[in-house]
C-alpha cells in the first residue's frame, strides 16, 4: 500500500497496530472493511505511515471460524497511549465489533502492538500478562493498557507482517528484533500465515 507522509509535530509518536477480521460488514469483505480503518483512524488524528501485505491465518482456536485477514500498520499520532487505545476501540465499534468472546470471529480487531519504546503500566504488569497460561489468557482481559501487547511475541500472524515492515524494530523489554523474534517461532507455526 503506497501511504501519503503526514506531517509530523514535536510531539508525535510512532507505534504499530496489528489489524485483523475474519467477517463481512455489510457489503465489505474482511479486506475492504480493514481497508476503512485507515480513514477512520485519520479522523482520530492516528495516521498511517506504513501498512504490510495482506496476510490469512486460520481462526484460533482451531475450527471457531473463518479465516482471518491481518496485517501490521506503522502509525503516527500525537495521541498519549490510553487516549490512543480509545480511539482504536471506537474505530473498532465503528466497524461493527461487539465484544462478546475473547478470541472470537470479529468484524474489526485493532491491537495496539507498540507505542515508541514503552513499557505500560510498569514491567512487573507486563510480565506478569506476557508469561499467563494459555487457559487464563482465554478468560481474562487486562483492565489496564498492557505495552508491548503481551502476545506479540507469539504470534506468527503479527510478526510475519511487522517483519514485513520492520523486521530490525527492536522490543522494548526483551530486546530481540522482530526478525529475531520470528525466528524462534516453530517452523510450522511461521507458515500458519501465508500472503494474500
Same mark, same amino acid.
Given at each position: 500500500?503506497?501511504?501519503?507522509?503526514?506531517?509530523?509535530?514535536?510531539?508525535?509518536?510512532?507505534?504499530?497496530?496489528?489489524?485483523?477480521?475474519?467477517?463481512?460488514?455489510?457489503?465489505?469483505?474482511?479486506?475492504?472493511?480493514?481497508?476503512?480503518?485507515?480513514?477512520?483512524?485519520?479522523?482520530?488524528? =492516528?495516521?498511517?505511515?506504513?501498512?504490510?501485505?495482506?496476510?490469512?491465518?486460520? +481462526?484460533?482456536? +482451531?475450527?471457531?471460524?473463518?479465516?482471518?485477514?491481518?496485517?501490521?500498520?506503522?502509525?503516527?499520532?500525537?495521541?498519549?497511549?490510553?487516549?490512543? &487505545?480509545?480511539?482504536?476501540?471506537?474505530?473498532?465499534?465503528?466497524?461493527?465489533?461487539?465484544?462478546?468472546?475473547?478470541?472470537? +470471529?470479529?468484524?474489526?480487531?485493532? *491491537?495496539?502492538?507498540?507505542?515508541?519504546?514503552?513499557?505500560?503500566? *510498569? &514491567?512487573?504488569?507486563?510480565?506478569?500478562?506476557?508469561?499467563?497460561? =494459555?487457559?487464563?489468557? !482465554?478468560?481474562?482481559?487486562?483492565?489496564?493498557? =498492557? &505495552?508491548?501487547?503481551?502476545?506479540? +511475541?507469539?504470534?506468527?500472524?503479527?510478526?510475519?507482517?511487522?517483519?514485513? =515492515?520492520?523486521?530490525?524494530?527492536?522490543?522494548?523489554?526483551?530486546?530481540?528484533? #522482530?526478525? #529475531?523474534?520470528? #525466528?524462534?517461532?516453530?517452523?510450522?507455526?511461521? !507458515?500458519?500465515?501465508?500472503?494474500?
Amino acid at each position: 500500500m503506497i501511504v501519503q507522509p503526514h506531517k509530523l509535530t514535536k510531539t508525535s509518536r510512532n507505534g504499530f497496530i496489528a489489524l485483523g477480521s475474519n467477517r463481512n460488514y455489510g457489503n465489505l469483505g474482511p479486506i475492504g472493511l480493514l481497508q476503512k480503518v485507515f480513514s477512520l483512524l485519520e479522523a482520530e488524528s =492516528i495516521y498511517c505511515e506504513v501498512q504490510s501485505s495482506w496476510y490469512g491465518s486460520e +481462526a484460533y482456536p +482451531a475450527g471457531s471460524g473463518p479465516d482471518f485477514v491481518n496485517a501490521v500498520a506503522g502509525f503516527s499520532t500525537d495521541l498519549p497511549p490510553v487516549d490512543l &487505545l480509545a480511539a482504536l476501540h471506537r474505530v473498532e465499534q465503528t466497524l461493527g465489533r461487539e465484544r462478546t468472546q475473547r478470541w472470537g +470471529a470479529r468484524t474489526c480487531d485493532l *491491537d495496539l502492538l507498540a507505542y515508541e519504546d514503552l513499557v505500560l503500566p *510498569d &514491567l512487573e504488569t507486563y510480565h506478569h500478562w506476557n508469561r499467563l497460561d =494459555i487457559g487464563p489468557q !482465554q478468560q481474562q482481559t487486562p483492565e489496564q493498557l =498492557i &505495552l508491548p501487547h503481551p502476545r506479540l +511475541a507469539d504470534r506468527a500472524f503479527v510478526l510475519v507482517p511487522l517483519c514485513e =515492515i520492520s523486521p530490525d524494530w527492536v522490543h522494548p523489554v526483551n530486546g530481540l528484533t #522482530a526478525k #529475531a523474534l520470528l #525466528a524462534r517461532l516453530p517452523a510450522d507455526l511461521q !507458515q500458519s500465515v501465508w500472503k494474500l
